[in-house]
């Protein structure tokens, strides 16, 4: 069932059962650091900071009513205690050998939870270094083409629900930035991209190759690098005819979460901007992945993206029209995973009077995107059980180059997306939506009687 078919309150099947979470790239930072979480929060050693799913509440009704429940009381979430992991990964490493390695975890919180990760153990990966050039991993699926690659993906996600007793899954793409590509002809239509599979097309990434795997099995799919992976129409087509949901693209975690916090503001103010200079050093796999030129040509064009839809110069071409944008990422290992993003901010206000913002934002990379991944799987379960599939536009919340419908520009404003999502949960609960107009409670009973007959 696409959204457009969606009854608001309409019955959703309750999460009973354990949900499995595939991760391709599961000996990533962000994946061991999501998982080795997950599992402290469950034995009650750690607080889930950061995610909306756990923490968030949800405003009901009325401000004068005062229902603001807990978003995981709200909608009917799968149970932490019900998470199962699995996935693939590109080194054999299991789970606490590779979190000691991506060092963004202190060795108690890891050595507390050791029994559970070292028994997960990743599955062997497709890859292909042609789109990832600065990894050479060597746990990796052989076969005579792309087509018996996918169908051992396939089988992996058919084997994994049988091996662990899960009820449902979700994949999610927390792998490596894959090197620029562009929508071709052999991605307008699942036809076209199958027949590319089967002819080995060299243009097709492993990706791909993963979200078709996902998608055929009807298991939802989350794209949370910049690649191309499943912004294609034959994707999305793929996921409509399954009734699968999907979602992307690159999570939105440092500095490009600071730009949607800050920009609406600068914009709402009618505050112009003459350039904005943003510069990171990183020191994990994913620093040492951009490192290469063609994988951060990737991740350039999604970070670049997000002032030019929140200014709209379009419109404002007397504040935006002519701002320079310059974005930088430099791989610097002793920083490891603690990520530093630096910006310098020219703005002008009243007669064009210069003034000038700086921000240095010393994050922890994996430590931001680790919520995020948690809610993502939460609440793709969510919209499967709800019947919904396609893009899920109001998961944008989550990214930095969120996929929409053909002929939309994606919304980057971070407070216009948690309004989007929140709505969304309202709706599917039989909710009314809130739109935060404010003047009915200080209207008269007559006038809010006749307000609809004013033309």
Known sequence: ????????????????GK??????????????????????????????????????????????????????????????????????????????????YARVLKRDHLDAVKDFLSGIVPMKAV?????????????????????????????????????SGVDRCIVIWCGSTEIHLTAGPI???IDSLRKAVLANDPTIPPSMLYALAALESGTPFINGAPNLTIDIPAMIE???STRTPLCGKDFKTGQTLMKTILAPGLKSRMLGLEGWYSTNILGNRDGLVLDD?????????????????????????TLYKNYYHKVTINYYPPRGDNKEGWDCIDIFGWLGYPMQIKV???????????PLV??????????????????????????????????LYPEHDLSIQSMKLKNTLRFLMGEEQITHFGLDYYMSEEAETNQGEVG
């Open 1 to 16: 069932m696409k959204a457009g078919n969606l009854k608001k309150g309409a019955e959703i099947a309750p999460p009973k």
């Open 19 to 100: 949900l499995g979470i595939l991760i391709a790239g599961l000996g990533g930072a962000v994946s061991t650091t999501f998982i080795a979480g997950v599992e402290l929060v469950r034995r009650g050693l750690a607080e889930p900071v950061g995610s909306l799913t756990q923490l968030g509440t949800i405003r009901l009704g009325k401000r004068f009513e005062h229902r603001s429940p807990k978003i995981k009381d709200f909608v009917p979430l799968a149970d932490l205690d019900d998470l199962v992991f699995g996935g693939w990964d590109i080194y054999e490493a299991n789970c606490f050998e590779a979190a000691l």
């Open 127 to 163: 890859f292909d270094r042609r789109f990832v050039k600065n990894l050479d991993g060597s746990h990796i699926k052989e076969g005579p083409g792309l087509s018996d690659k996918l169908e051992q993906l396939k089988a992996d996600i058919s084997d994994f629900k049988a091996r």
């Open 187 to 189: 991605h307008q239509s």
């Open 238 to 240: 793929l996921a409509d």
């Open 293 to 317: 030129a063609e994988s951060f040509k990737t991740k350039e064009e999604s970070k670049l993206s997000v002032l030019a839809f929140l200014l709209q110069p379009h419109l404002y071409p």
């Open 360 to 370: 240095d934002f010393l994050c922890r990379d994996s430590i931001l995107a680790a």
């Open 374 to 407: 948690l809610d993502l799987v939460l609440f793709m379960d969510l919209a499967k059980r709800a019947g919904m599939s396609g893009i899920q536009e109001w998961l944008s919340f989550y990214f930095k180059s969120p996929m929409v419908k053909e002929g």
